[in-house]
Structure formats: structure tokens, C-alpha cells
């Protein structure tokens, strides 16, 4: 089973670029999310989408966006790439609301972006 | 604001060791505590805890809940090298997200 699959997993992009970073999952939820994890930190929600068409800002959302045109799918992008934006960043999904209960989010493997 | 602690930041311990990584947190709609385990790549689901009192356990891990002094805990008998990895705690909000608030992590290194 793939599960949430990420990609690129790596990228070094120069400040000002932008870029999208994909993400697909095969599981059929209807969550997903979007989250960065600096050093020596947790990570935190940058967007979320609770079904097509649906998304919804979380803790970090400046500098980003998001769509979701289909329950596949979750893209972010990067419009004009900062320093700041030097992070690992994960993309999960999870069943949702009104599915069986006590279902964990499931994380892809990441994508390491460095902003230079 | 809401928030997760996690406590220690870092444990190194040898094979063979005990240890218990500590998950404090000050959520407004507390729906479910749940723990993961990273390594190089995505974070790894262990345990999701929703009542207190009730250990969950799995192998040499172990997990319970106090939502009363708003605390958890995740236990690791006789650690081996393989458990070295971050754990992290995350709150489920009980809104119609699943949004997690995660804390920042315990870096548990064991050495044979």
C-alpha cells in the first residue's frame, strides 16, 4: 500500500522562486494536512482540508497555499520562496469526521526544501 | 493559546534502560492524546488515548492518560538501539478537523 505519497524529497530553490509540492494519497480520507517541521521542533499545521474543495488555514499559513480539487490530492505552494521557508515539510491524512473512530493521522515521508 | 509540553527534550540511556518520556498539555476541546515515533522520515503512529486510566500497550511500550491533571505518559522497557528516535506528543482537537497541536519532541538516543 502506498499510503501518503510526497514529492519532490528534496529541493533547493533560490529566494523568490516558487514551487508546489505534491501530495497524493490512496486511502481514501477525507482529511489532509499540511504541516512544517524546523529543527528541534514539532510540527506545525500550515493548512488542512476537510474534503474537496474545503481547505482552511491552521498555526503557519503565511507564505503558502493550498487546493484540493480532488480527494486525492493536496497541493502546496510556494509563491515567492523565503529563507524563512527552509523547513521539512509533511503531508498526512486521516479518515475524518463520521468514520471509524479512533483513526490516526497517516504521514507521507516528507520533503526536505531548503530556500537559499 | 492552546499548548503540548513535552519533557525531557533529550534522554540518552544505555540498552537495557527504563525510560519515561512526559506529555503535558493545555488544550481548550480535548478530543485525544496520541503519540508517534520518529525516525529519519515520517513521523509513526503508536498509541491514541482518549480516557483516562486506561494503559495502552505494545510490546515494551506502554502509554496512559491523566485528563485530569492533563498529562500523559509513554514507557519503554528494556530499550534497545532501535528505539532510538524522536517521540512526539500530539493533542487531537475536538472540533471537525482532526487537527493536531504537536509538542516539540523528546529525542531519545540508547547506546549498547
Known amino acids: 500500500n502506498a499510503g501518503v505519497t510526497q514529492t519532490p524529497k528534496f529541493r533547493i530553490l533560490k529566494i523568490g522562486q516558487s514551487m508546489t509540492l505534491q501530495c497524493t494519497q490512496d486511502?481514501?480520507?477525507?482529511?489532509m494536512y499540511w504541516y512544517r517541521q524546523d529543527p528541534g521542533m514539532g510540527l506545525k499545521l500550515i493548512y488542512y482540508?476537510?474534503?474537496?474543495?474545503?481547505?482552511d488555514k491552521g498555526e503557519v499559513p503565511n507564505g503558502y497555499n493550498v487546493s484540493r480539487s480532488t480527494t486525492e490530492d493536496f497541493p502546496l505552494r510556494l509563491e515567492l520562496a523565503a529563507p524563512s521557508q527552509t523547513s521539512v515539510y509533511f503531508c498526512?491524512?486521516?479518515?475524518?469526521?463520521?468514520?471509524?473512530?479512533?483513526?490516526?493521522?497517516?504521514f507521507g515521508d516528507g520533503t526536505r526544501l531548503s530556500i537559499l | 493559546e492552546d499548548k503540548v509540553v513535552q519533557s525531557p527534550l533529550s534522554l540518552v540511556v544505555h540498552e537495557g534502560d527504563t525510560v519515561t518520556l512526559n506529555c503535558s498539555y493545555e488544550?481548550?476541546?480535548?478530543?485525544?492524546l496520541l503519540w508517534y515515533k520518529q525516525e529519519k522520515k515520517a513521523p509513526t503512529f503508536l498509541f491514541m488515548l482518549?480516557?483516562?486510566?486506561i494503559e495502552k500497550k505494545s510490546g515494551r511500550l506502554s502509554s496512559i492518560l491523566d485528563k485530569k491533571e492533563l498529562f500523559s505518559i509513554l514507557n519503554i522497557t528494556a530499550t534497545q538501539t532501535g528505539d532510538s528516535a524522536v517521540y512526539l506528543c500530539?493533542?487531537?482537537?475536538?472540533?471537525?478537523?482532526?487537527?493536531?497541536?504537536f509538542g516539540t519532541g523528546t529525542r531519545l538516543q540508547v547506546f549498547p
Open positions: 498526512a491524512s486521516s479518515y475524518g469526521l463520521g468514520t471509524p473512530s479512533n483513526q490516526p493521522q497517516h
Open positions: 482540508s476537510v474534503g474537496a474543495g474545503i481547505t
Open positions: 500530539a493533542v487531537e482537537e475536538n472540533f471537525n478537523t482532526d487537527k493536531l497541536i
Open positions: 482518549t480516557s483516562s486510566g
Open positions: 486511502m481514501n480520507h477525507n482529511y
Open positions: 488544550v481548550t476541546n480535548f478530543r485525544s
